[in-house]
């Protein structure tokens, strides 16, 4: 099946500071989603982006599906932004999550 | 328009019960999938079902089954508990395959 690899697998920044987020998969794929986990458990909907790049704010996306890679930006990060991050992908009938980046904002 | 919602958000379990979780998707919406999350396997894909039809079917034993109504809600059942169900259950909804998925808040299932 397809392996989907996320890096860093933790990471920690101040404040402010800004941060890419990889997501690289192993074969082509139908779909790629961004999603946030907080705290709490929810699963929140970054971005749907198959290919090309998106904004939304101080989060923007970039899908090279040619090179099967997508990297989430996160800019002026704040304390809000902890969590983990995941990628997710649509390979054929199969939607495969990788394992996620943890990120903690120090305030 | 209404998420996606999971009831019920807790639940405890003893070993050898069953257990049924339910699932309204997004009005509208036809898919829902059902994934499981532990710390040690992360998030991993239950089963998917379309109209009605279980459309595709991940790596789980037996144990775990599901169904998807007229309406489009789902349901999953665990028979036979065991302590390494103890989980966050998550359920997602979209239009249509490729579309994408838009989760509820989860289960969280805990078995004593």
């Known amino acids: 099946g397809i392996q989907v690899e996320q890096s860093p697998p933790d990471l920690i920044l101040q404040e402010g500071a800004n941060s890419t987020l990889r997501c690289n998969f192993s074969?082509?794929?139908?779909?790629l989603q961004w999603f946030h986990q907080n705290p709490w458990g929810q699963l929140i909907n970054l971005f749907y982006?198959?290919?090309g790049t998106k904004q939304n704010g101080r989060l923007s996306a970039t899908t090279v599906a040619t090179e099967r890679y997508s990297l989430l930006y996160i800019s002026s990060s704040q304390t809000t932004d902890s969590g983990v991050y995941f990628c997710?992908?649509?390979?054929?009938?199969?939607?495969?999550f990788g394992p996620g980046t943890r990120l903690s904002v120090l305030p | 328009k209404a998420g996606v919602t999971q009831t019920p958000r807790y639940l405890i379990k003893t070993r050898g019960q069953q257990v049924t979780l339910s699932c309204s998707p997004i009005?509208?919406?036809?898919?829902v999938s059902w994934y499981q999350q532990t710390p040690g396997q992360g998030l991993q894909f239950l089963f998917e079902y379309f109209s009605e039809t279980q459309r595709n079917k991940g790596n789980f034993p037996g144990r775990f089954s599901g169904r998807q109504f007229s309406n489009s809600r789902s349901e999953m059942n665990v028979s036979t508990l065991e302590l390494g169900d103890s989980a966050l259950y998550l359920c997602a909804s979209s239009s249509e395959g490729d579309q994408p998925q838009h989760f509820g808040d989860g289960t969280r299932l805990s078995i004593l």
């Open positions: 074969d082509s794929v139908n779909n």
């Open positions: 982006i198959p290919s």
């Open positions: 009005s509208g919406h036809r898919s």
């Open positions: 997710a992908v649509r390979h054929g009938q199969n939607f495969v």
